[in-house]
């Protein structure tokens, strides 16, 4: 069983971390890196498919991003955060979404997870409900 990281030989972009990407301010171009992101993941479940291979659950048609947490701290995880800024964090987060999954477009190109979006990055955090 292959594991979801196999990319059968072959090869994808490599984008910056999603600080990076948010600190750009320029929303065409994450317009623009999720459609790749799209287009690639596609591609490579069909050249899979031909091969005669499976991913498991689902692997290269979804994809666990964006991580929607807002930046709460300078360490720790804040790497996979878009931004402390909550405007910016929506407006990235929703057109990331529309991009990864085909831009409206008659089929999903891939079916975007938002990362935490319930439980907001409260792991290990004990809510006792006051």
Request: proline residues 3%; glycine residues 12%.
């Amino acid at each position: 069983m292959r594991n979801s990281f196999d990319t059968l030989g072959l090869n994808a972009t490599l984008l910056p971390q999603a600080t990076g990407m948010a600190a750009t301010g320029n929303i065409e171009l994450i317009d623009a890196m999720g459609a790749m992101m799209a287009l690639e993941g596609r591609a490579l479940n069909n050249v899979a498919q031909q091969k005669g291979v499976w991913f498991p659950k689902g692997a290269a048609l979804f994809i666990w991003a964006p991580t929607m947490n807002l930046g709460r701290q300078q360490w720790g995880r804040f790497g996979e955060s878009i931004s402390e800024d909550p405007y910016l964090l929506g407006l990235y987060s929703s057109r990331m979404v529309k991009a990864l999954q085909g831009n409206g477009s008659h089929y999903l190109a891939l079916a975007a997870t938002c990362k935490h979006f319930a439980a907001y990055s409260l792991e290990g955090i004990e809510i006792d409900g006051h």
